[in-house]
C-alpha cells in the first residue's frame, strides 16, 4: 500500500444483496483484497454494505462492482432520489421480511407436533414425521441449501454450510433408513427443529436490517418535490427535483421548502434551519446568502440560483455520511466474523474425520454416519445463535419498562463500557421550544406591553410569536387588534394602533426608525449573557419594553447529568448555537466542556476526535442535525420526541423520562453485557466439551439433538435470570 495510492485515494460505498452470514462478509473482503487498487475494503453483514478505499488510478468503479460479482454477490448502488431508488429497496426488504417470517411461522406450527411426539407415543408416528419434517427442512430449510451451494461453490464454507450439512444429513439419514424399512430410531424431529431455530434468528436479522435503512429515506425525503424554475422572462414552471441542475433560477415562496442547495440572488427572508442546526429561531437571510435544500422559508419570496444538486447537496452529503458509518465494523464484529471463519471447517474438518476413523476401524458404514451426524448436529450454533438474542430480548424488555429502546446487541455491549457522554443542547437538554422569560417595561404597565407585542405576533408563524402568545394567553393577557400589521422581513413587525406607530423587532429596527433604545442596555447585557434572544418595542417614537425569549432547561437535565457525573463519564456539550446562550446553558448544568456553532458533519468529527483519543463515546441528541453523530458515536441516544430521522440513527431511544433515561439504560447494558457474556461462555463450552463426546461415539443423533437443546435451555435460563440481577 504506496503512500502516493493513500494521497489520492477514492471511496466507493456500495449496497450488497444475496448476503446470509459473517462467512459471505469474509468472502466479499477476500476477493476485494485480491483486487488490484483497494487499498482496505469493510464489509459489514449487519447493514449489507461495502465501504471501499481505493486507487483510482489503478482500479475502477465497475472494477469493484465486478469483483464483488465474482465473489457470487449482487450490488446496489446507493440511491440519492428521494424516492424511486430507497422506496424500490425498501419494498424489496420488505417482501424478505414477509417471507422470512412465513417460513418461520410454518416451521415453529410443523414442529410443535414433531416436539409433542418426543414425550407422547400416540403422536410419535414415524410417516407423520417424515411428512412433517420434509415439509419444515425443503420450506424453512431452503435458504441455507441455497448458501450451501454458493458458499461450497465459492470455496468458503459459513454457517449456512453447517447447518445445511448438519440438517440436510440427518433428514436424508433418517428418510432413507425409514423408506428402507429399516427399524428405527429415524432423527427426524432433529433436522426440522434446527432449520426452524435458526430461521427465527434469521428472520431477526432481516427484521433489524430494514429497520437500520429508514433514516437515509427520512433524510432524503426533507426536500421538496417540485420546484418553480424561473424562465429568462420571469415566467415559472413547476418542475419535478430530479429536473432541476446547477445554474437554474428557482423562485421559492413565503412557507415554501427550498428546493435545492444555492445562493439568494434577489430578495430577503427568515429561513428555518433547524434540521441543519436543532435551533428554533430562524436565520435571516439576503441577496448573497446560501441556503439548503430542505429548509424553509419565511415570510419573504425569494430567487435562488442552484449551485448544487444530487449527491453533492448538503442532505445528500449527510444520508452519505450516515451510509459510510453504518458500514464500518465493531471490534466485537470483526471478531465474531474471525471466529466463525475458522469454527465451521474445524467442525466440517472433525466430522469428516469421526466418519473415516469410525469406518476404518472396522465399524459399518451406517454407524460411522451416526457419528458424523452426531458432530454436525451437537456442533450446529444453536446456543451460539441465542446466546445473544436471548440476552438481549429480556435486557431489551426490562429497558422498555424504563422507558429505554435498545436497538441491538452490538449496541448493548458498547453502551456497556461508554466513558464520554457528547449532549446535543436544543430539544435535549432543553425543551426545544422558547418562552417568554422576562421583559423589561419603560413607563408602560408589563401587561400593556405584553398586549401590544401579542397583538403585532397574532399572525406570525415565528417562534418568537409563538413564545409571546403563549405567554399573554397563560397570563389571561388579551392582544390588542391592530388597523393593521407590516413584516420587515428579517427585522420585526410594524402596526398601527390608535393613530401610534407601535414597532416589534431587532434593535436596528427601532434605531434605524430613530428610537432611543439606550434604556435597555442594561437589560440587554443581562439577558444576552444568560442566553436568551431580544426583542425591543416601541410606541409613539419611544421604547416601551424589551422582551426576552429563552429556551429552558429540561426538568430532569440537571439530575442526569449528576448521577451520569457519578458513574465517572466525562460529559461534553456540542451545539449548534451561538457561544453565549450555550455557555449559559452549560454554566446553570456544571458542564465544563462546551463545543459552539457546530454543524452535523462538526459534531461527527468532535466525536471522531474524542474517539481517536481512547474515548468511547456516546452522542445524545433529538434532531436530524445530530444524525452523522448519532451514527458515528459507539453508541447513539436519541429522545423519541425528536425526529424520526434521529431516532432511527440512534441505537438507543428514549421514550419517556428524557434524558434522566440516559444514566438508566448505561447501567443496565451493563449488567445485560454480563449475561451475554456468560450466555457465550457456556455456549462455547457447550461445543469444546460435546464435540470430543460426539466423535468418541458416546453421542447419538437424538442426545446430541437433546444435548443441543439443553444448551439452549441454559442460555435461555441464564438471560432470564438477568430480571432479578438487574432490579
Request: charged letters at 20%; proline letters at 4%; hydrophobic letters at 50%.
Amino acid at each position: 500500500m504506496s503512500t502516493n495510492a493513500d494521497d489520492h485515494a477514492s471511496r466507493l460505498l456500495i449496497e450488497l444483496t444475496g448476503m446470509h452470514c459473517a462467512n459471505c462478509a469474509g468472502s466479499i473482503s477476500r476477493e476485494l483484497d485480491r483486487t488490484k487498487g483497494v487499498l482496505e475494503a469493510l464489509v459489514n453483514f449487519g447493514t449489507e454494505t461495502a465501504n471501499i478505499r481505493y486507487d483510482p488510478a489503478a482500479v475502477s468503479p465497475e472494477g469493484l462492482i465486478e469483483a464483488v460479482k465474482r465473489a457470487g454477490y449482487g450490488v446496489r448502488l446507493p440511491s440519492y432520489s428521494s424516492k424511486a431508488g430507497d422506496e424500490a429497496a425498501d419494498s424489496e426488504e420488505k417482501r424478505r421480511e414477509r417471507w422470512q417470517l412465513a417460513r418461520v411461522l410454518l416451521g415453529v406450527a410443523l414442529c410443535l407436533p414433531l416436539l409433542v411426539g418426543i414425550f407422547w407415543e400416540p403422536l410419535h408416528v414415524p410417516w407423520l414425521m417424515l411428512v412433517l419434517s420434509t415439509v419444515v427442512v425443503a420450506f424453512v430449510g431452503w435458504p441455507f441449501f441455497r448458501g450451501l451451494v454458493r458458499e461450497l461453490g465459492h470455496g468458503s464454507p459459513g454457517m449456512d454450510t453447517l447447518v445445511a450439512l448438519g440438517a440436510g444429513t440427518a433428514f436424508l439419514f433418517g428418510a432413507i433408513r425409514y423408506l428402507g424399512g429399516w427399524p428405527g430410531p429415524y432423527y427426524l424431529d432433529a433436522p426440522a427443529m434446527i432449520v426452524t431455530l435458526i430461521g427465527v434468528g434469521k428472520y431477526l436479522e432481516v427484521h433489524a436490517k430494514r429497520r437500520s435503512g429508514r433514516a437515509l429515506r427520512e433524510i432524503l425525503g426533507l426536500t421538496a418535490k417540485e420546484a418553480l424554475l424561473l424562465g429568462p422572462d420571469g415566467s415559472t414552471t413547476l418542475i419535478p427535483l430530479e429536473r432541476i441542475r446547477v445554474g437554474d433560477r428557482l423562485l421559492v415562496r413565503a412557507g415554501a421548502k427550498v428546493p435545492a442547495d444555492g445562493m439568494i440572488e434577489k430578495g430577503n427572508s427568515s429561513v428555518d434551519e433547524s434540521l441543519l442546526t436543532g435551533e428554533p429561531l430562524p436565520v435571516y437571510k439576503t441577496v448573497g446568502d446560501t441556503v439548503v435544500g430542505g429548509t424553509v422559508n419565511g415570510g419573504g419570496l425569494l430567487e435562488v440560483r442552484v449551485t448544487e444538486v444530487g449527491a453533492e447537496s448538503v442532505l445528500s452529503r449527510i444520508a452519505e455520511l450516515v451510509r459510510r458509518v453504518q458500514a464500518s465494523k465493531a471490534p466485537s464484529q470483526r471478531l465474531a466474523d474471525r471466529v466463525a471463519g475458522i469454527f465451521v471447517p474445524v467442525v466440517l474438518g472433525l466430522a469428516a474425520v469421526v466418519f473415516g476413523l469410525w469406518f476404518w476401524l472396522g465399524g459399518s458404514a451406517e454407524a460411522a454416519l451416526v457419528y458424523a451426524v452426531s458432530v454436525l448436529v451437537v456442533a450446529c450454533p444453536c446456543a451460539l445463535g441465542l446466546a445473544t438474542p436471548m440476552a438481549v430480548i429480556v435486557g431489551t424488555g426490562l429497558a422498555a419498562k424504563r422507558g429505554v429502546l435498545f436497538r441491538d446487541a452490538a449496541t448493548l455491549e458498547k453502551a456497556a463500557s461508554i466513558d464520554t457522554v457528547v449532549f446535543d443542547k436544543t430539544g435535549t437538554l432543553t425543551v426545544g421550544r422558547p418562552r417568554l422569560t422576562a421583559v423589561r417595561t419603560f413607563g408602560v404597565p408589563g401587561d400593556e406591553a405584553l398586549a401590544l407585542a401579542a397583538g403585532l405576533e397574532r399572525g406570525s408563524s415565528h417562534p418568537f410569536a409563538a413564545a409571546v402568545l403563549t405567554s399573554a394567553e397563560e397570563k389571561g393577557v388579551a392582544s390588542v387588534d391592530f388597523d393593521a400589521v407590516e413584516e420587515l422581513a428579517g427585522a420585526g413587525l410594524r402596526g398601527a394602533f390608535e393613530s401610534d406607530r407601535v414597532l416589534l423587532g431587532q434593535r436596528s429596527l427601532l434605531e434605524k426608525s430613530g428610537v432611543d433604545v439606550s434604556p435597555g442596555d442594561g437589560f440587554e447585557g443581562e439577558q444576552l449573557a444568560a442566553g436568551a434572544g431580544l426583542a425591543y418595542l416601541a410606541s409613539g417614537g419611544r421604547l416601551i419594553a424589551v422582551l426576552a425569549v429563552a429556551d429552558e432547561l429540561r426538568p430532569e437535565a440537571a439530575e442526569s447529568l449528576t448521577r451520569l457525573e457519578a458513574l465517572g463519564l466525562r460529559i461534553v456539550l456540542a451545539t449548534g448555537d451561538r457561544e453565549a446562550p450555550a455557555r449559559a446553558v452549560a454554566e446553570r448544568l456544571g458542564i465544563e466542556e462546551v463545543h459552539t456553532g457546530m454543524d452535523p458533519a462538526g459534531k461527527a468529527d468532535l466525536v471522531r476526535r474524542l474517539q481517536a483519543d481512547g474515548g468511547r463515546v456516546a452522542m445524545v441528541g433529538d434532531g436530524i442535525n445530530d444524525a452523522v453523530a448519532l451514527t458515528a458515536a459507539d453508541v447513539g441516544i436519541a429522545l423519541a420526541s425528536g425526529t424520526e430521522v434521529a431516532v432511527e440513527s440512534a441505537g438507543v431511544t428514549l421514550v419517556h423520562g428524557g434524558i434522566g433515561a440516559v444514566a438508566r439504560s448505561l447501567k443496565l447494558a451493563k449488567k445485560t453485557r454480563g449475561t451475554i457474556k456468560g450466555n457465550l461462555f457456556w455456549a462455547f463450552a457447550y461445543n469444546i466439551a460435546m464435540l470430543p463426546v460426539a466423535g468418541l461415539g458416546l453421542l447419538s443423533p437424538v442426545l446430541a439433538a437433546g444435548a443441543m437443546a439443553l444448551s439452549s435451555l441454559s442460555v435461555s435460563l441464564n438471560a432470564l435470570w438477568l430480571k432479578r440481577r438487574a432490579r
